[in-house]
């Protein structure tokens, strides 16, 4: 079992900035790539980022692309998404997600490990 805590959410103003943090423990050696979720209530969860553990290659929703960076500690098991330039709808409780294998997935249906969330609220 691969065991995923999330921090770092909080109130910001628009235009503001938040790094999120998700710490990987147990059998984190079986995790291949990490991504960042999210979701509002009433809407399914959205895809947001996502990284290779071992090569470090990203990839981005479009709507933050340019405003968010994934990034990873390998010496932490630590994966974060810094957030900048916030706008209100980036809204959400942010989930932090793992898999085994490297390719990345939009779907959540395809990571096995998932965090409890972290709230993040951008005020205008």
């Known amino acids: 079992q691969v065991q995923l805590v999330e921090s770092g959410g909080g109130l910001v103003q628009a235009g503001g900035s938040l790094r999120l943090s998700c710490a990987a423990s147990?059998?984190?050696?079986?995790?291949?790539?990490m991504a960042w979720f999210r979701q509002v209530p009433g809407k399914e969860r959205e895809f947001v980022a996502h990284?290779?553990?071992?090569?470090?290659?990203?990839v981005y929703a479009d709507s933050v692309k340019g405003r968010f960076t994934i990034s990873r500690d390998r010496a932490k098991n630590t994966v974060y998404l810094q957030m900048n330039g916030l706008k209100p709808e980036d809204t959400a409780v942010y989930y932090c997600?793992?898999?085994?294998?490297?390719?990345?997935?939009?779907?959540?249906?395809?990571?096995?490990?998932w965090g409890q969330g972290t709230q993040v609220t951008v005020s205008s």
């Open positions: 997600a793992a898999r085994v294998g490297s390719s990345y997935y939009t779907a959540p249906e395809e990571y096995k490990y």
């Open positions: 147990g059998r984190s050696f079986s995790v291949h790539s």
């Open positions: 990284i290779s553990w071992i090569g470090g290659s990203t």
